[in-house]
């Protein structure tokens, strides 16, 4: 079945990097988008990054334009999240799901807190 397991979140100061990663299995990776998502308690999960299946078109939420970037390695199944000079209000868990499917596949999600 699909399975998706996201890591490399973390405590990361403002103005640090951070880079998660989104292992993803079950599925032929190839073929479907990525997105990352974020949520915080009381708030809905909100669209953070997506990328089409060849990795040549993305879209960002324009709270993290210009400071967060959506990867992918279609030989390793991975989608990644570098998160450069991130801000306090990007504290949340983040998840990755696969574009594509009828009901979204989630993984367990990844805590990144901002704070110094």
């Known amino acids: 079945q699909v399975q ?6 973390g405590l990361v100061q403002p103005g640090g990097s951070l880079r998660l990663s989104c292992a993803a299995s079950g ?3 190839s073929d479907h988008g990525m997105s990352w998502y974020r949520q915080s308690p009381g708030q809905d999960r909100e ?11 993305t879209r960002y939420a324009e709270s993290v334009q210009g400071r967060f970037t959506i990867s992918r390695d279609n030989d390793k199944n991975t989608v990644f999240l570098q ?23 989630w993984g367990q999600g990844t805590q990144v807190t901002v704070s110094s």
């Open 47 to 57: 669209l953070v990054a997506t990328m089409n299946n060849v990795g040549n078109v």
């Open 27 to 29: 599925f032929t990776f």
């Open 83 to 105: 998160m450069n000079s991130p801000k306090p209000e990007d504290t949340s868990m983040y998840y990755c799901t696969a574009v594509g499917f009828l009901l979204k596949p």
């Open 4 to 9: 998706l397991v996201e890591s490399g979140g």
